[in-house]
């Protein structure tokens, strides 16, 4: 804070502390009416503080017909500043009209915007001094006429004398006219020689006058009795930097500042007009083309007789002191219209002064009888009263305190600034003020601050104790980390030596990464990145749609892919059989980030499979030749039974027969696995009648099987083009199945529905039902529901079954309800 510093040094403040020892005023109004007078006012007016509210012309009734009333009208109609030296004004104190001498200003405070608001009214008694100098310049000019008086006289009475002895010796020489004439001649001579001498030494003083002025720096100008100037001195020329003829010619006047000129020169013209002494203050332009201040005095002179004269005035130059004393107003202005704190205190504690601001933060009205204590918010007098003896042995301190508003009772925070104030003179504190800017914002800031500080705090403990956990969580990722690649390196030999690879494919950029291992399956490039082309060209042709479809379900539905394909490798065109599993990975927002997983050679796996199926189709074969030779046996015998009538022959080969379809059957579809694993079933298509097929299919079950009810409802009388006996194990397993899965007596309802482009079969139950979870798995190879293992079976008719319906371009599926029943639905296209 080094502005406030500046401001209020110690010289500054005992300048404005000064201020209250001067006589002051304020007046408000074209009449002057008295706002307030200081006790030195009081005395120089002889009044008392009854006249305070009273325009000046009531208080002082005896300065009517003076200048003063004018002036001050003036000043606050035109917002001027008015000032006079050794200004003489009449005024009645103990009774008496006296006249008194004074230094004087009036002075338009105006606001913000311009406007006069009071007149301070400041005036210095110099009455002692004025007539002092008077009485001393008039017993001089007193002694000069005497002593030119004086003069005169001796030179007369000689002269006088001279002449009666003349006259005498005329009268004793009367004879002698004509000598005596001479003589007179003589005499006459004499006497003009004198006066000559007598003008002579009448310029000797003039030349002494001009002697003494043009040696001197003061400005020294002399005017007639019409108040004409008549002489400029040397300074004269050398300030305004006009010649003494110009300065004669067009006088000094059009110099003067044109905010003084007026006052000024009315100053002059009103002393002119009442001949007496004149004194005024006035800025006049210099041959630098600056301004100086010149303080001007003139006494009237008069010739020996009496007679006016006109002046000699004298000017010095004040600027360095006028300066100061406007940077002193501008200071005042400063303080007054400054919205920090300022006050000044005695060391008693009392206030002396305190700037609007500082009242207006205080809620007061005015100063009288307070201390500086009162400012202080109660809760912080003890902190103020111990700070304040500081004063008198640091000059200085500097405090953040709460002071109060009274009115409200709110406190407010300053930074408290003290200074000491020394007199000039003998350097003692006399008092100090008090320079403080409202902190309060701040201090609200700070506290708040504060909180938040505390709130920061608690969460940087928080911050701690979490990253304490993040650093034990840290070492344990690390172990993890370690534990991984441990991890990753088995798996990674775990992968190489069941011969696996991995392969991944970016969603977004659809770029594919694929392990060497199968890369050097398929026979792709090992520096390149695979490619999905030359990937699709070692897959075999037949299984491209499949993949295809994997990929799309896996990428849009993001569901898992298990497909098993052969390829050719492309350098060698060996053939392999592999397994590809994958999985989508997704991010939080379900966005997927990788489809990856396992490509695995399963031609090993493939081949023993394969070999099982030519394995299982050679025993079905084997044991169906000597089964369709039983068969033909049987069939005989239960002929030749009949005929017989051999009852029991006829009940126990048909029971033989039963059993051989039974086991036809079951090495039918142990045929047709092994054919279809080996690309050997074949759909051999022809036209035929759906209903007949369904007829007769279940004509033969019921024969076989009397235990159920089955119904055929209305059929839909149809042909189709389709493989007449595979569709026909296709109703035939259903059938069968539906019998198998539920209670005797139960029934089994066989429904045809007829579409635009297909037809659909449904074949309902009410048999055990099957569990939600089971359902999409019963078309599996071998697939059998756990629990059902009762029921004999090997899990492979709904598997044929779906097969054959697919290569027919159809769609097979189940609904069920766990113990109410199942319905099993198969589709076959119309063209
Ligand atoms: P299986 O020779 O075992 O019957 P399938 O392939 O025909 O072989 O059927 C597979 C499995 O589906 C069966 O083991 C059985 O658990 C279940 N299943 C098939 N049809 C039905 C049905 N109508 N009701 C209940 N479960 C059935």
Sequence with gaps: MSYPNHLLSSDQLLEVFNLTHTATAVHVGETAVIQTANDAMLRIWGKDRSIIGKSLEDALPELKGQPFIEMFRKVWLEGLVIS???????????????????????????????????????????SERVLRQQAVEQALEREEALQREQTLN???????????????????????????QETLHVLNNELELRVVERFNQLSESEKRFRTMAEGTDIFIAV???????????????KLTGRSVKDLLDFGWADLIHPEDRDRYVDIYLSALAEKKPFTGEFRILTKKGDYRWLLASGPPRFHADGSFAGYISSCIDITERKLIEIERLNLNKLIEASSEFIGIAELDMSIQYLNPAALQKLGWLGISKRTILD????????????????????????????????KTGIPFWIEWNGFAIRNEENDQIIAFATVGPDITERKLYQEELQGINMEMAA??????????????????????TNKLSDSEEKLRQAIETGRMGTWSINPKTLEITMSSFVKELLGLPLDKPAEMDMIMKAVNPDYHKMLFSALDNAMKNHLPSDTEYPINNLINGQEKWVRATGRVFLDQNGNPTEYSGLFIDITEQKLDELRKNDFIGMV?????????????????????AKKDE?????????????????????????????RLESGKLLIEKTNFSLDEL????????????????????????????????????????????????????????????????????????????????????????YYRVQGNHTISGFGIGLYLSAEIIERHGGRIWAESEEGKGSVFHFTLPLS
């Design 84 to 126: 006079g030296k050794d200004t003489a004004a009449d005024l009645v104190v103990d009774g008496k009209l006296q006249t008194f001498y004074f230094d004087f200003e009036y002075r338009a405070i105006k606001n913000d915007a311009g406007k006069t608001i009071c007149i301070l009214h400041t005036a210095i008694d110099v």
């Design 223 to 237: 005017a007639d009795e019409s108040g004409n100037a008549i002489y400029f001195n040397k300074s004269w020329v």
């Design 154 to 180: 001796e030179e007369l009475a000689a002269t006088v004398e001279e002449l009666a002895t003349t006259n005498e010796e005329l009268v004793a020489t009367n004879e002698e006219l004509q000598e005596t």
């Design 375 to 406: 400012c202080v918010f109660p809760e912080d007098r003890l902190m103020a009263e111990e700070i304040l003896p500081g004063i008198l042995k640091n000059n200085t301190f500097r405090q953040e305190i709460r002071f109060w508003n009274e």
């Design 694 to 781: 369904l007829k007769e299919t279940i004509e033969e079950t019921y024969v076989s099987q009397s235990s159920h009810q089955i119904i055929l409802n209305p059929t839909c009388e149809v042909n189709i083009n389709a493989d007449r006996n595979k569709i026909g194990n296709v109703i035939s397993n259903l059938i069968s199945n539906g019998l198998k899965y539920s209670d005797n007596g139960t029934r089994i309802e066989i429904t045809c529905k007829l579409y635009d482009t297909e037809v659909e079969i449904q074949i309902k139950d009410e048999g055990i039902g099957i569990k939600p979870e089971d359902i999409d798995k019963l078309f599996e190879r």
């Design 646 to 674: 051999d009852n029991y022959a006829i009940i126990a080969l048909d029971k033989a027969h039963s059993q051989i379809r039974k086991m036809t059957t079951m090495i039918n579809g142990f045929l047709n696995v092994s």
């Design 459 to 480: 969460a940087n403990e928080e911050l701690a104790t979490t990253n304490e956990e993040l650093a034990k969580t840290h070492d344990d990722l690390i172990r993890y």
């Design 620 to 640: 079905s074969h084997e044991l169906k030749t000597p089964l369709t030779a039983i068969n033909g046996f049987v069939q005989v015998l239960q002929r030749k």
